[in-house]
């Protein structure tokens, strides 16, 4: 839902103001705002800009790259032994593994690093570091001094000590991933520097397949280091001449510039396997980190960081001799600093002009008691004078400005932040060599592909670098780097020269990523990113590729698979804010069951609870829940409540009183006090879901003695949860608020939302006996890891075209990342579509993972019969596509999980080898095997596909192959034909898909339904494909390994019409559903003449029994008709020609 405007319903059934005369004039005002037009424009007052934001104006464009330098101490270079540091990561995993081992064992992970790294950093997990040493920074003038100089009046700074030191640590995974992750040296006698920064391993990273590479070969240049490294018994020594020879060659392939270039300046670590080796490549000074894959005897590295200076790590330091002034951007002439002080003599005024405060609106804005609201004050804004066209660091100034602005306290709107800590900011800009295409980051409004927002002379697409930092955006606008809703700071490369390979900047507090593309020597153009971070530390994953296959393996094993989500939240749900009361519900439902139009569930928004008291129900709307939930269960409907995460402080709310007697909510700056913010029940508490014992608690309230009205196919959506405070800094909370172990809020804003998905997802697992039904929890918010617990949506669009264009693209790019399960609501969520548009969106939507229409109260009703009968039709069609297509839909979704692929598919990730394709957003693909091409502009009635030629291509519809010609490594681009009635939609040619027919109200009444298989046979005249079969509902897949597997062939050079090889999780799995798992057509698509005969042997009978099919001469199309055999038996089908 929701980001919304105007809310008439929940503003004056919030309990805002205690008297009642003033509730009906703010009601009798908002009733009537309801009415007036609303533009769709984001309110960019209330969003800062890099330039209005300290840490990213301080680094951005190199500003800052003079204060940074660091060399890697070579007396402090440590080579662990590999086997030692797996077992001592072993046992301790087994003890950690003993209590902290709950419910989701499969969503959580568990296995630490070493004894001895605990102790040192508790908040570090996974596999332990092969590689330490210490990094220094030796630039004249550092960060620490620049601030002492420019803060520290009163101060002897000749006894002061600017040292910056860090602990460079690198961790290698057996399946290629090196972790460089640096952070700052602890210091006993230090008060800043005395504990780790919080890290958040323990939350996100899935350790129980992280595993350490068992074997490491290190070589250095450096005669000291080498002989440290001859000295481990560990380390197979290398005679010096092939040392300089390998490392040398590295260089070479590295195009290392020449001032670093020397023999004493490299270390090289190889480790893998015999079949594949990776290497990686550490620069002494200054200090850098290449990625080969050792099997490529040439060719660029594959991803380089640090490499053009611009690392950077704010180190904690104190400000206890420092004035109380803040300066404006200082200018630094022969290592002095002049101070411009500035003073803020507006901070007490009172902007209300002595009004009473009653509540907020969404957008920041005071409602008064008077039933008036604040106006907006125009903020003009700021010019942006690191944008100009003078490129990056290249800048050529007669005196380098250093910005020491809003170190120690910032300011945005009429908010400040206290930053007790400091400058916290991490940096690293990330090379991606011979590659011009990278994708990622999301989430945000614009294309799949990446575009620049950084470049010399000032040639880029965006202005603004994008933006990681979950916000409640109202109204957001499109092509826009502007944060959104959830964010996953993930970046993917493909190049024909490099291959795939990517990089997860593992830090959840807010980021900026300038994209920028520079040419190289001999034509190659590079792409480049600069990842700066507010806090945390240096974590940054490589993951080496080099297919796409192989690199979402390895995302998969780091930050966690998919779980198979239950079969009923694969199809069409259908929602609205709000449907009114039960009559509503019960219309609604009706409707679609006198239509025979298939849906699985119907929703309900935040207008069904007691007041906005979530766990409730509105007793005079709602009064019979259980009752109703059971109605629409029989016959296979379930339904969907929103619980959000903040909660009514109202001491008669047993969810707030208990929550405060327990003290489990978010503490204010003093770390002594609830914090209380705004949201839709007006005043509000959050609860601390980063403390493992809150998440417990609220998993707690959905037992169903507690969460009274609620019934085993009620299931949950999360919203507002990134999080919302409608009077906080940019709609959410303020950075210096404290979770129970006194974290700031800074450090895990980005980890809100998933973290309160997954409390719930846990919640919806435990509430039964068992835990063995599998949770449906639908979540705005995310960040990497959230494909554990459930299904996205991309929040509040708009009944637009360009919505409706704009939603493939975001969709892709969220499963770039590895977010699989997404969706946009159909129709858009603000405005009203007409019969094309809804049409169209409802044709899209059922090629695309998550499948809700939604729709805004404001909106007219958008159920499908609201347009009238011949466009009810249309829709109904594209829902029975769907639903037609629910086996497939359920393996691809098995498929993802086991594999770590995305389900919704960029061209580029099934044809790498296709450059033309990688930009392509407005196409996609379904697994492998189904091409689909939204129809996204009104009045279109043909559609430019491109198809790729190393596969052919059959219409879904006609089922006839499309003529295309030309070399089978490259693409042809055909306009094609689309009338309202068509979306095109291409099965590739060498899959075998399969399909349920019959016509069914819900996937419930279809589980027992038979099998129709389609075959579309490629070139050589073969196809394959498979068949994921359970009980759609249970865990018991993976707790009994209760499933089936058919994998289907077809080889008509073989005479092989089909044949099905079948594969069970256990011998007795499924056994006694044979019979409910029948395939009653089998369709070949492509044979080009009409075979004699076709004959069925199976395991238990040799003998070859004739079957009765049907051959069209014209279409090229075979139809074998009740083959009367089992999906779970095996049996092949034979033709004589």
């Not at 990686?280 to 099997?295: C, H």
């Not at 039964?768 to 669009?797: C, H, K, M």
Request: some cysteine.
């Amino acid at each position: 839902m929701m980001s919304r405007h105007h809310r008439s319903s929940s503003i004056c059934g919030g309990a805002l103001i205690a008297r009642a005369t003033t509730i009906l004039a703010l009601c009798a005002i908002v009733s009537t705002a309801i009415f007036l037009p609303v533009a769709m424009a984001v309110d960019r007052t209330k969003f800062r800009t890099c330039q209005q934001t300290s840490f990213c104006r301080r680094h951005r464009h190199g500003k800052s790259k003079r204060l940074y330098d660091y060399k890697l101490v070579s007396e402090s270079v440590q080579l662990h032994n590999v086997k030692d540091a797996v077992a001592n990561a072993a046992a301790s995993s087994a003890a950690v593994a003993s209590e902290k081992r709950g419910l989701l064992s499969k969503f959580l992970g568990g296995y630490s690093s070493s004894e001895t790294e605990q102790l040192e950093d508790p908040f570090v997990r996974g596999p332990p570091a092969i590689f330490t040493a210490k990094l220094v920074n030796v630039a004249p003038l550092t960060s620490t001094k620049l601030t002492a100089q420019t803060y520290g009046d009163g101060c002897d700074l000749s006894k002061m000590s600017f040292e910056e030191e860090l602990q460079l640590s690198v961790h290698l995974h057996e399946d290629g991933v090196a972790r460089i992750r640096i952070k700052e040296v602890m210091e006993e006698d230090s008060s800043v520097r005395s504990t780790p920064r919080w890290t958040s391993d323990e939350l996100v990273l899935n350790e129980d397949e992280m595993v350490a590479v068992e074997e490491v070969q290190a070589i250095s240049t450096n005669p000291a280091i080498q002989e440290k490294f001859d000295e481990s018994e560990s380390n197979n020594k290398m005679p010096t001449v092939e040392v300089k020879n390998s490392v040398s060659s590295l260089i070479k392939r590295a195009n290392v510039d020449s001032a670093s270039n020397n023999d004493d300046n490299f270390i090289v670590l190889t480790y893998g396997s015999n079949e594949e080796q990776w290497k990686l490549m550490i620069q002494i000074q200054p200090f850098a980190v290449y990625m080969f894959r050792g099997n490529e005897e040439d060719g660029p590295p594959i991803i380089a960081a640090g490499t053009n200076g611009l690392t950077h790590f704010e180190v904690r330091r104190s400000k206890e001799c420092s004035t109380t002034t803040t300066s404006t951007v200082n200018q630094i002439e022969d290592k002095t600093i002049m101070n411009d002080v500035a003073a803020d003599t507006n901070e007490d005024v009172d902007r209300h002009g002595g009004k009473e405060v009653v509540g907020y609106w969404e957008d920041g804005l005071a409602i008064y008691a008077d039933g008036s609201r604040e106006e907006r004050k125009e903020v003009a804004e700021e010019e942006d004078e690191v944008d100009k066209g003078e490129g990056r660091e290249e800048r050529r100034l007669e005196e380098e400005e250093f910005d020491t602005k809003d170190m120690w306290e910032e300011k945005f709107g009429d908010h400040i932040d206290s930053k007790p800590y400091g400058p916290m900011s991490v940096g690293m800009e990330l090379t991606f060599p011979s590659s011009t295409h990278l994708f990622g980051l999301p989430e945000h409004a614009s294309s799949t592909q990446l575009k620049t927002t950084a470049g010399m002379d000032g040639h880029h697409y965006y202005k603004e670098p994008y933006r990681l930092y979950n916000l409640d955006v109202f109204e957001y606008e499109l092509d826009e780097t502007m944060a959104l809703y959830g964010h996953i700071p993930l970046v993917v490369s493909q190049s024909v020269k490099t291959g795939t390979a990517g990089a997860f900047w593992f830090n959840p507090t807010e980021t900026f990523v300038d994209i920028e593309e520079t040419p190289q020597a001999g034509g190659d153009m590079d792409s480049r990113t600069h990842f700066m971070s507010e806090s945390g530390i240096v974590d940054l994953f490589l993951l080496p590729g080099s297919d796409p296959a192989s690199l979402y393996g390895q995302y998969a094993r780091l930050t966690g698979r998919m779980q198979l989500p239950p079969i009923f939240s694969l199809g069409y749900h259908q929602c609205r804010w709000n449907y009114r009361d039960e009559a509503d519900v019960y219309f609604v439902h009706s409707k679609f069951e006198e239509l025979d139009y298939p849906y699985d569930v119907l929703w309900l928004d935040i207008e069904h609870t007691d007041g906005k008291r979530y766990f409730t129900w509105d007793d005079k709307t709602f009064p019979n829940p259980i009752e109703m939930q059971n109605k629409l269960g029989a016959t296979g409907r379930r339904m969907v409540t929103i619980i959000d995460p903040h909660i009514k402080r109202d001491n008669q709310y047993y969810i707030h009183k208990e929550a405060t007697a327990r003290g489990l909510y978010v503490k204010d700056k003093s770390g002594n006090k609830d914090y209380d913010g705004w949201c839709w029940p007006g005043s509000s508490s959050y609860l601390d879901f980063t403390v493992e014992k809150v998440r417990n608690w609220w998993a707690d309230q959905f037992n169903y003695d507690k969460y009274k009205g609620s019934t085993p196919t009620l299931f949950t959506w999360n919203d507002m949860n990134e999080p919302s405070v409608f009077n906080g800094p940019e709609v959410s909370m303020q950075k210096d608020l404290l979770n129970l172990n006194n974290v700031e809020h800074r450090e895990w804003h980005n980890l809100y939302g998933m973290l309160f998905q997954r409390s719930t997802a846990e919640g919806l697992i435990q509430r039964n006996e068992g835990a063995n039904v599998r949770p449906f929890v639908l979540s705005r918010s995310f960040f990497a890891g959230s494909q554990r617990y459930g299904a996205i949506w991309t929040g509040d669009n708009a009944a637009e075209w360009s919505h409706l264009q704009i939603a493939s693209p975001m969709l892709l790019g969220l499963n770039v990342a590895a977010l699989s399960f997404v969706g946009a609501d159909v129709g858009g969520f603000f405005g009203n579509c007409d019969a094309e548009l809804i049409t169209r969106w409802m044709q899209a939507a059922a090629y695309q993972p998550f499948f809700r229409g939604h729709a805004h109260h404001d909106s007219k009703r958008r159920e499908p019969w609201m347009f009238g009968d011949e466009t009810m039709v249309r829709l109904r069609h594209a829902a029975m596509a769907r639903y037609a297509l629910l086996p497939f839909w359920y393996t691809i979704f098995w498929q993802a999980g086991v594999s770590g692929m995305p389900v919704m598919r960029t061209m580029w990730m099934q044809y790498p080898d296709i450059p033309e394709l990688y930009s392509i957003d407005d196409q996609y693909l379904i697994g492998s095997d189904l091409l689909v091409k939204p129809v996204t502009s009104a009045g279109a009635t043909t559609s430019h596909v491109l198809f790729p030629l190393a596969d052919c291509w059959y219409d879904v519809d006609t089922m006839q192959r499309v003529e295309l010609a030309g070399a089978p490594g490259s693409y042809v681009a055909k306009t094609v034909e689309s009338g309202i009635d068509k979306i095109p939609v291409y099965q590739r040619g060498g899959s075998i898909i399969p399909r349920k027919l019959r016509l069914r109200r819900s996937s419930y009444l279809m589980i027992n339904d038979p099998y129709t298989i389609y075959i579309a046979l490629n070139n050589e005249l073969k196809a394959e494909g498979t068949l994921y079969m359970d009980d759609e509902t249970t865990f018991d897949h993976e707790k009994r390994d209760d499933y089936g597997v058919a994998t289907f062939s077809s080889d008509l050079s073989s005479s092989i019409i089909v044949q099905n090889t079948v594969t069970l999780g256990n011998k007795s799995a499924l056994q006694e559903s044979k019979e409910e798992r029948m395939i009653e057509r089998i369709v070949l698509m492509g044979i080009a003449t009409e075979p004699k005969q076709i004959t069925l042997t199976t395991l238990s009978s040799a003998t070859a029994i004739p079957m009765e099919f049907h051959y069209d001469e014209e279409s090229k199309i075979l139809v074998i008709r009740k083959p009367d055999v089992s999906a779970l038996d095996q049996w092949t089908m034979n033709l004589k020609p």
